[in-house]
């Protein structure tokens, strides 16, 4: 028989953990990730994060490995590529409504091995501007 799996939910909802892995969905959430809402950069110490967009529109802002986040970048998903935040890469995803995104992950990830840094209000500015921009690699 095979499993199938129904994505729905708001906001990071755990579909299916297998061994060492995770498959997940982040759907948007207008307290968390929103672009006017987005509070937190945060990065995993000990893993990759990989990211499929399903539905809609999504940006992943991302900024550097080191201790604080450095430049702001934007990387707009488009469908039918993976994109793989990188072991201690500092990270938010900024969904608009109606959007989806898959994730795959280690099952272990989680706030042990993470970080969190709380964006300053001229963080916040420089990310919105950065979205706004289209700023991408």
């Not at 500092?90 to 898959?102: D, N």
């Not at 993470?114 to 916040?124: Q, T, V, W």
Request: charged share 25%; net charge negative; hydrophobic share 40%.
């Amino acid at each position: 028989m095979l499993e199938e799996i129904d994505i729905q939910g708001q906001g990071f909802q755990p579909l299916k953990d297998h061994g060492s892995w995770r498959i997940a969905q982040l759907s948007y959430d207008p307290g968390v990730n929103a672009l006017d809402s987005i509070a937190t950069l945060g990065r995993h110490l000990e893993t990759e994060e990989a990211f499929l967009l399903l539905q809609g529109e999504a940006v992943m802002v991302i900024a550097g490995t080191q201790d604080q986040p450095g430049r702001f970048e934007a990387v707009k998903f488009v469908s039918g590529k993976i994109y793989v935040v990188r072991q201690g890469q500092w990270h938010a995803a900024v969904l608009q409504p109606g959007s989806r995104l898959l994730i795959v992950e280690n099952r272990d990830t989680g706030a042990e091995n993470s970080e969190n840094h709380p964006l300053s209000a001229e963080e916040k500015l420089e990310i919105i501007a950065c979205v706004a921009r289209g700023e991408s690699r």
